[in-house]
């Protein structure tokens, strides 16, 4: 192990010839081919900065390809990511630090650097034929284009392969641990704690100790280059940020997704079937319960979408609680089971990672296009409520919150998170598991027959909620038969009386209407604001940080965001007509003004983006300042 | 990847489902609603073969449940006595397979049609045999659509005239059972509705196997398709058409025998072969091949049918192995929601 240097175990009170500016906030871009570990070496960061006790946020942004051809634009996969000393909404607009591994990171992602910028190059793979790869036919780190920027060339796979000579690995295998140098590198330039990734390789690489070395050595050596060159005249500190007291994790979306699952089986009391189909960018949530057996939680990969929910729908009937999961085009196969759900009245979990579409869409990038169809896209009137968390870490409490909808009014429930937030990473506060909800059910034992005879009558309901009883196979004296036929009100037989479907549809309607939720809090500091911008969904961030901006400049603006899309909360009427403006950005063409307007009646105006990319604070800041000028007067 | 031996014991196709605490009668298993299929139509039969059959299995009714999906046989469940669910066109597998794995107390059958199964069900269909989950699939074949009002299906002959198809169907039909066991169906077996002695009987082994069975019913649609599988029912023909199966016993019927070639099975005349070369037939071989071969006798113009049970093999299946993967994990390892929130990287503040 090469100790000649420093150590480089970048222990505190390691000798540091460099200035070290403090930075209250700082955005990263780690950029390279789709093979050159990318995701994992902001992943890391961003566990560095975790850590740290930094705010964060985080933005992956890869191919649906799993290996475009390399070296190719399509092929560039980035990861971003924003830590800082206070509480951040965004993966930030543009990176201060751009690392870019080859030519086509750097040509797919220059654009979004401010002038002032830190370029970090990988300067081994800036070959002739790299360069023609993807259109440069000057060298860029050899004109003047990247002037404005400062720039760093650093030979990361010389450097890299050099570090690890005596391990004996191949020239190749060496190669492939630039990704550590580089995060050795981005770690030593802002003071990050590295023993977490040291034992992360460790842990990853158990079964290979060797590469599991060669990539500590990589990572150290990346270290060692920062600390000892002269390039770098400055390294930076970005203070811990102040949280609420607590204890802290960082999570993803999925994950928080999947634990939120966990825990509703928990908190039900009840078994846990999931039903899914692998799907970008869902899939992650199938991996991370099938991991958690133990919690009596029963994972199946079906043949296909339709099986999947169809396996949860069956598992309801039998008392579990089902669950399935997945993406746009799932939704569209499973709408007929959802259907079923609706008709049935079973308890039913389904969650939608939205992605672009329509179709196959965008994999791998974030929409929230999906809303109308959670809505509407089912045949005939088939109220489903629907939920949206805002955040990754929010994700938890909104799995929560579903399933006690889906409990308590024997329904189908629809969360729709998106790909920003499936796979996008925020410290969060650990909930304590004993404050968690009861959601435990009561089953039904008892005939219910409204005729006193001793039949189970499958549709006779709760007064309040008006949910049916869920009566499970199993019990004796309550058999009856449940389908998608339409029901007779009670009884439950086949009914094409035309008075009761007319009743049982407006049931059904009344079913979901009723649901309680919470009132929709306003954030309105002053009070006095005229302009309200609402969101939902994954949209909060950027919508925030928004107005944050906006009210530093003097302004006054109203935020609320609906985590409840249906049905909407009780008070929501009154506050879109208490302001003189709303304006509703949405990454989708105007889905949830159009419920709004239909709705409310209220002229709402839509901010509209589907670029497969969250809104920029920037860009929404500039939004809303054009909608206080006009309400204020102010010449354009 | 690893696979896993995760020894089970073999168990019956019942262990598991409580027991009636007296004796069933088949009025027990009779509902209030009334039944309201065609006048003459073969579903009656099995129907009523199903009420008076499930008391000799002496379970829980509660403990029973049917699952169907779209078709004229799938409104099955209605008539039951028991939990159903009439759910939606093609999907019945997918479902009980759900049911089936949470609840293994439970007796779960599936009700379906050639046009249900086969054609916008075939994919849970051919997933739930290869899983082996233990479901009963009752499979009414009658060649036809019913409930949309006589379209060509899955199992309908080339050329046939429909109101969908006025010159004649193009599609190449299924064999249904060649299909099961292509999945590798661990049971698979054939009547036909006017038989009530063999359907019982197979309804029985199929309930005592533990997996997936899949019984096809050859069953006439008096309104669309009436007469489809009347020569097997005309004496003098039947003999020399339905080839019934025992196990154990070779394969004999009318004056012909089934007989080994080089590729497979064949018919010859009886007297012309010798005994020695008839096939004895045994349903538990585990290579799917012979069973196969023995589908492959059956021809769509039914100059042969091939009855009976051809095919019961053990392998485990899909619902107690998921069930036992379960079990292990939560007795190795105490369920601490705190302790998976918290995770491994935490920090504390304050």
């Given at each position: 192990m090469d100790t000649s240097v420093n150590g480089g175990n970048g222990q505190p009170g390691s000798s540091r010839p460099t200035q070290v500016t403090k930075l209250d906030r700082v955005v990263i871009r780690f950029a390279g081919d789709s093979g050159d570990g990318m995701q994992l070496t902001g992943d890391r960061f961003t566990s560095e900065a975790a850590a740290f006790g930094n705010d964060l946020a985080t933005l992956p942004n890869f191919p649906a390809e799993i290996r475009a051809p390399a070296g190719t634009l399509p092929g560039v996969s980035s990861f971003q990511l924003h830590f800082a000393d206070y509480d951040i909404l965004t993966p930030g607009d543009r990176p201060d630090v751009l690392v870019a591994m080859n030519p086509a990171a750097l040509k797919a992602n220059i654009a979004d650097l401010p002038v002032g910028g830190t370029v970090i190059v990988n300067t081994d793979e800036f070959s002739k034929r790299n360069l023609t790869k993807v259109g440069y036919e000057v060298n860029p780190l050899e004109d003047d284009s990247l002037a404005s920027f400062q720039v760093f060339d650093v030979q990361m796979a010389t450097l890299t392969q050099g570090a690890l000579k005596e391990t004996g690995l191949s020239k190749k295998d060496a190669e492939r641990c630039k990704n550590m140098f580089a995060l050795g590198l981005l770690s030593w330039m802002y003071h990050r704690p590295t023993e977490g990734t040291e034992r992360f390789l460790r842990e990853k690489f158990a079964r290979k100790p060797d590469i599991a070395e060669a990539n500590v050595l990589a990572f150290r050596a990346g270290w060692n280059y920062g600390e000892t060159t002269e390039a770098f005249a400055t390294t930076y500190e970005v203070p811990p940020a102040a949280?609420?007291?607590?204890?802290?994790?960082?999570?993803?979306?999925?994950?928080?997704?999947?634990?939120?699952?966990v825990a509703a089986g928990q908190c039900s009391g009840l078994p846990i079937l999931l039903g899914s189909y692998p799907i970008t960018p869902a899939s992650d949530i199938l991996h991370e319960l099938s991991r958690h057996k133990n919690f009596n939680i029963t994972t199946m990969q079906a043949e296909d979408e339709i099986a999947g929910v169809g396996a949860a729908l069956g598992a309801a009937y039998g008392g579990s609680l089902g669950v399935t999961t997945t993406s746009g085009p799932g939704i569209a196969l499973k709408s007929e089971t959802i259907g079923l759900a609706v008709m049935s009245e079973l308890p039913l979990l389904v969650i939608d990672v939205q992605r672009g579409g329509p179709s196959t869409g965008l994999p791998t990038k974030t929409e929230q296009a999906d809303l109308l169809q959670a809505m509407y896209g089912r045949n005939g009137e088939s109220p489903v409520p629907i939920i949206a968390p805002q955040s990754p870490g929010d994700c938890f409490a909104a799995v929560l919150e579903a399933t006690r909808i889906a409990l308590t009014y024997r329904t189908p429930v629809l969360l729709l998170s998106d790909?920003?937030?499936?796979?996008?990473?925020?410290?969060?506060?650990?909930?304590?598991?004993?404050?968690?909800?009861?959601?435990?059910?009561?089953?039904?034992?008892?005939?219910?027959?409204?005729?006193?005879?001793?039949?189970?009558?499958?549709?006779?309901?709760d007064t309040e909620t008006l949910a049916r009883q869920w009566a499970i196979p199993g019990t004796a004296g309550l058999q009856h038969r449940i389908g998608g036929l339409e029901?007779?009100?009670?009884?439950?037989?086949?009914?094409?009386?035309?008075?009761?479907?007319?009743?049982m549809t407006r049931?059904?309607?009344?079913?979901?209407?009723?649901?309680?939720?919470?009132?929709?809090?306003?954030?309105?500091p002053s009070g006095d604001a005229r302009l309200l911008v609402l969101g939902w969904g994954s949209t909060f961030g950027?919508?925030?940080?928004?107005?944050?901006?906006?009210?530093?400049?003097?302004?006054?603006?109203?935020?609320?965001?609906?985590?409840?899309?249906?049905?909407?909360?009780?008070?929501?009427?009154?506050?879109?007509?208490?302001?003189?403006?709303?304006?509703?950005?949405?990454?989708?063409?105007?889905?949830?003004?159009?419920?709004?307007?239909?709705?409310?009646?209220?002229?709402?105006?839509?901010?509209?983006?589907?670029?497969?990319?969250?809104?920029k604070a920037e860009e929404l800041q500039h939004v809303l300042t054009t909608h206080l000028n006009e309400l204020e007067g102010v010449p354009a | 990847m690893t696979a896993v031996d995760l020894g089970l014991p073999s168990l019956g196709g019942l262990d598991g489902v409580p027991g009636a605490e007296g004796p069933q009668k088949a009025k027990d298993f009779k509902s209030d609603q009334e039944v309201r299929w065609c006048p003459g139509c073969g579903d009656y039969v099995v129907l009523n073969a199903m009420q008076s059959f499930l008391p000799s299995l002496g379970l829980r009714r509660e403990n029973i449940v049917f699952i169907s999906g779209i078709g004229c046989s799938s409104r099955f469940p209605y008539y039951m006595n028991t939990y159903g669910m009439h759910s939606i066109h093609g999907r019945a597998p997918a479902i009980a397979t759900g049911l089936a794995v949470t609840r293994p107390d439970l007796s779960v059958w599936v009700v379906t049609g050639d046009g249900d199964a086969l054609s916008i069900g075939g994919n849970h269909l051919i997933h739930a045999l290869r899983r082996n989950v233990n479901l009963k699939i009752l499979l009414f074949n009658n060649r036809i659509y019913g409930l949309t009002k006589g379209q060509y299906s899955p199992t309908s002959e080339p050329g046939k005239v429909t109101k969908s198809t006025p010159v004649g169907s193009l599609d190449h039909p299924f064999n249904p059972l060649s299909l099961a066991i292509g999945a590798e169906a661990t049971f698979v077996a054939r009547t036909l509705d006017n038989d009530r002695a063999q359907l019982t009987s197979i309804l029985t082994a199929a309930a005592?196997?533990?997996?997936?069975?899949?019984?096809?019913?050859?069953?006439?649609?008096?309104?669309?398709?009436d007469g489809a599988f009347d020569v097997l029912k005309e004496p003098g023909q039947a003999e020399q058409r339905l080839i019934p199966l025992e196990h154990g016993k070779p394969i004999v019927f009318g004056d012909q025998a089934v007989i080994r070639t080089a590729h497979g099975l064949d018919i010859a005349k009886a007297d012309q072969v010798s005994p020695e070369d008839v096939v004895v037939h045994d349903a538990t071989i585990d290579d799917?091949?012979?069973?196969?071969?023995?589908?492959?006798?059956?021809?769509?113009?039914?100059?042969?049918?091939?009855?009976?049970?051809y095919r019961d093999t053990t392998r485990p299946t899909y619902d107690d192995q998921a069930r036992q993967q379960v079990d292990t994990a939560v007795a190795a390892k105490t369920p601490n929601l705190q302790a998976l929130l918290?995770?491994?990287d935490t920090w504390t503040v304050g």
């Open positions: 949280f609420p007291p607590g204890n802290y994790r960082q999570i993803t979306g999925n994950a928080a997704l999947a634990y939120g699952i790909g920003a937030i499936a796979n996008g990473s925020e410290p969060w506060l650990i909930p304590n598991a004993d404050d968690l909800p009861d959601l435990r059910v009561t089953f039904a034992t008892e005939p219910n027959a409204l005729d006193g005879s001793d039949e189970h009558w499958p549709y006779v309901r029901k007779a009100d009670g009884k439950g037989n086949i009914s094409y009386d035309p008075d009761n479907h007319d009743r049931i059904r309607q009344a079913k979901v209407d009723g649901i309680t939720v919470d009132d929709m809090v306003v954030d309105d950027p919508i925030g940080a928004a107005c944050r901006r906006v009210r530093a400049q003097g302004h006054k603006v109203a935020q609320a965001h609906l985590r409840h899309l249906n049905p909407f909360p009780a008070n929501l009427g009154d506050v879109l007509r208490s302001y003189d403006r709303v304006v509703i950005p949405e990454m989708n063409l105007g889905q949830l003004a159009l419920l709004l307007r239909g709705r409310f009646l209220v002229d709402a105006v839509s901010y509209n983006k589907v670029a497969g990319l969250p809104f | 005592q196997h533990r997996g997936s069975a899949l019984v096809e019913i050859y069953q006439n649609c008096p309104i669309f398709n799917p091949s012979y069973a196969f071969a023995l589908t492959r006798l059956s021809t769509q113009n039914l100059d042969h049918v091939v009855t009976g049970i918290n995770g491994s």
